[in-house]
């Protein structure tokens, strides 16, 4: 498929160890007609001529009212086999400290999830992100081990 889709969307997959446990940012869309509606990664469509890197950290504040500064790891794009949407995703730890809050009427719920609930709750479409997550961070490595140390 081209990349003159009817639809792009670039967000984050912020990440963070707690006790072991990889836990990454959902979002879940606002509005009564999306209440059993699935969670997914604060996203959203470029401006023009915005790269698709500056939109994800834009939608991750616009959304959640988390600043991302450090580096982004691109994870990538999924096609929702239905919409045609084509969602570029981008990887980053999320900031110490880190309390996302819904700060747009977009969204009804900004929260860390623990990634084996987050895989059951997610747009079905955006699972695989999860799994290059996984791989990314390589499950379990040293970078948890460094958090259950320093914590």
Same mark, same amino acid.
């Given at each position: 498929?081209?990349?003159?889709?009817?639809?792009?969307?670039?967000?984050?997959?912020?990440?963070?160890?707690?006790?072991?446990?990889?836990?990454?940012?959902?979002?879940?869309?606002?509005?009564?007609?999306?209440?059993?509606?699935?969670?997914?990664?604060?996203?959203?469509?470029?401006?023009?001529?915005?790269?698709?890197?500056?939109?994800?950290?834009?939608?991750?504040?616009?959304?959640?009212?988390?600043?991302?500064?450090?580096?982004?790891?691109?994870?990538?794009?999924?096609?929702?086999?239905?919409?045609?949407?084509?969602?570029?995703?981008?990887?980053?730890?999320?900031?110490? *400290? @880190?309390?996302?809050?819904? #700060? +747009?009427? %977009?969204?009804?719920? =900004?929260?860390?999830?623990?990634?084996?609930?987050?895989?059951?709750?997610?747009?079905?479409?955006?699972?695989?992100?999860?799994?290059?997550?996984?791989?990314?961070? *390589? @499950?379990?490595?040293?970078? #948890? +081990?460094? %958090?259950?140390?320093? =914590?």
């Amino acid at each position: 498929m081209s990349e003159t889709r009817a639809k792009l969307s670039s967000g984050t997959l912020l990440y963070r160890f707690v006790d072991g446990q990889v836990e990454v940012l959902l979002v879940h869309p606002a509005g009564n007609y999306n209440r059993r509606a699935p969670w997914g990664i604060p996203k959203g469509a470029p401006d023009p001529d915005e790269e698709l890197e500056a939109t994800a950290r834009r939608e991750t504040r616009e959304e959640t009212g988390l600043e991302i500064d450090g580096p982004l790891v691109h994870l990538g794009h999924v096609d929702y086999t239905r919409s045609k949407k084509r969602v570029h995703a981008f990887a980053a730890k999320a900031p110490e *400290g @880190a309390a996302p809050r819904c #700060a +747009s009427w %977009e969204v009804d719920k =900004a929260e860390f999830i623990e990634i084996s609930r987050a895989r059951r709750i997610i747009h079905p479409d955006q699972a695989a992100l999860l799994d290059r997550l996984q791989r990314h961070i *390589g @499950a379990n490595t040293d970078d #948890a +081990s460094a %958090e259950k140390t320093s =914590a």
